[in-house]
């Protein structure tokens, strides 16, 4: 792993893996003299293509990390690489752009915009991005197709099931075409049946497109899905099994 | 994120929220519609007063007591009859330009009707100096003048309502105690909306007049020149033939346009007032934007944290929110132009008062109500932007 200057590392190193984390920690001060040590130093490596998931109880630091890994948070110490490239170091382009360009969430509350219809919903990414209003479209219509909704694109959220508005999420993150899956609890909101079907599509959408799928999850059943497990308990990585 | 597509989401988010985006349009709408109203009337006003002085007829110039400083005070006449004279010879090219006037109010009555006129003393050129003419019977003449002798012309209005139906010429009007016979009528001029109706008026010798106000002055002194282009020389002979008798601070000559100007000026200072004043509302409208985009960010934290997450950079997210803001105000902006406009047109119909639209009140409306946007909606545009895509993300 090459070491990234404190100015260096501005262009995606090829032989750098997907996505780094070392010796992270996040303290958060919530007054005077009280900090919680969310994460006290963690390490681990999410190869391009890979399978993990990041497991743990509530409590255990992982939706901290999930926010680390997102780019939605800079950590308090230690470094975040993607393809080399510190978080650290980016401002708020750059980390617009990551989010933008390289990485795909779903999160357990779905989180679409209610008032607008399912392909709008997928479109949001690709409004911050150059293309026209067509192309946008098209895109996020075979997006919809490939998740299974193609006769449900001008549905509204409200009038969709949960897992088929899981789906929209799920093509609205893939739809730009990232590297990395990033899906919170998947399943968490969802019936055990659809569940399983959520998770179906999304290894699917991971075997058959080469995009790397992290998931975190409180359940033991879906960690045992993925290639790798990264066990969390207070803030520290306790197990990290090749399943 | 593209200028349109900012403005795409920025309209369907008004959209969302029909209601609550017409109430708080209404705000900036009113303000708009005001400012371009009071303007309309303001300056109707100038254009119908500065009318009213170009009535009197152009390249008229007007000796006035005092040292015309504007900001005086009234200023007590030195001016007497032979002043009036004295400039009348002085003049190049012949006489006759020049005439004087003494003015009061008196109750005049004939044959039981009776009302307040306002009384003219003037001198025997005065109707063609200041461009009157005589409908029926005669001008007060010279020797009318001289000899102080009781006749009287009257405005169309007086003679109507002193003898309604009837010929007025060689009939008796009382002005106070004293008795005048009428012979003349003058043509009717009309009515301004503002200034006094001088259709009412009641013309007698300036020497009948002194003795009725029991003064031996001249108001006011008129020159008529013969061209626009005399006027300078007509000014220094009458500025000459005065200095003879009076000081230099006794007197000022001023002309029409100079009037105009001051007039014009000081009606101008009144149109910015009016406007400043629908101004303010103008700014409670933007304050109410102000205050419902702060609403709406709250509203939409969620929202934001997951355009961040997707890819949106604070810039995006504080250029949506101004769009909409901007939005708000520029729609209110147009709507309350048009509202403004069609109001003037309905004061200038029904009213006295004339009204009329100028293109800078437009500007200024239009221009004024997308700058209340961007300034009120910076404020709540940057507080969404700088929204921390985390917590906005878990926000309830």
Known sequence: MSEAGPTGATHGDAAAPLLT?????RVYTLGRDNEVHALRGVSFVVDRGEHAAIVGSSGSGKSTLLNLLGALDRPTSGHVRYDGRDVRDMDDTELAQLRNGSIGFVFQSFQLLPRLSAVDNVILPLVYRPGTPRERRDRALAALEQVGLADRVTHRPGELSGGQQQRV?????????PALLLADEPTGNLDTRTGEEIMALLEQLHRDRGTALVVITHEMEIAERAERRI???DGLIVNQAAA | MSLRESVRVAMQALRANRLRSALTTLGVLIGVMSVVLLVAIGQGARSEITGAIEGLGSNLLFVLPGDGEFGAGPQRSSFEVEDVERIDRSLPGGEGRAAGSLVGAEAVQAEGNRFNATVFGITEHYLGVVDRTIARGQALSASDVATGRRVAVLGASSAETLFPGQDPIGRTIS??????????VLERVGTTAFGPDVDRQVLIPISAAQRLFGSSRVDSIFVRAE???GIEADRDAARAALAERLEEDEFSVVSQDEIIGVVGDILQILTWTLAAIAGISLLVGGVGVSNIMLVSVSERTREIGLRKALGARTRDITRQFLFEAVALTGLGGVVGLGLGILAAEVVATFAPVPAEVTWWSIVLALGVSVGV???FGVL???RAGQLDPV???RHE
Do not use: F, K
Not at chain 1, 21 to 25: I, L, Q, W
Not at chain 2, 177 to 183: M, N, T
């Open chain 1, 21 to 25: 984390a070392d010796r992270v920690t």
């Open chain 1, 169 to 177: 999420a799920i093509a609205r993150a893939l739809v730009t075409e």
């Open chain 1, 231 to 233: 066990e969390l308990r």
């Open chain 2, 175 to 184: 002005l106070g105690a004293i008795r005048y016979r009428v012979v003349g």
């Open chain 2, 227 to 229: 061209s626009a282009v």
């Open chain 2, 373 to 375: 946007g961007l300034v």
């Open chain 2, 380 to 382: 709540p545009a940057r």
């Open chain 2, 391 to 393: 917590t906005a993300l």
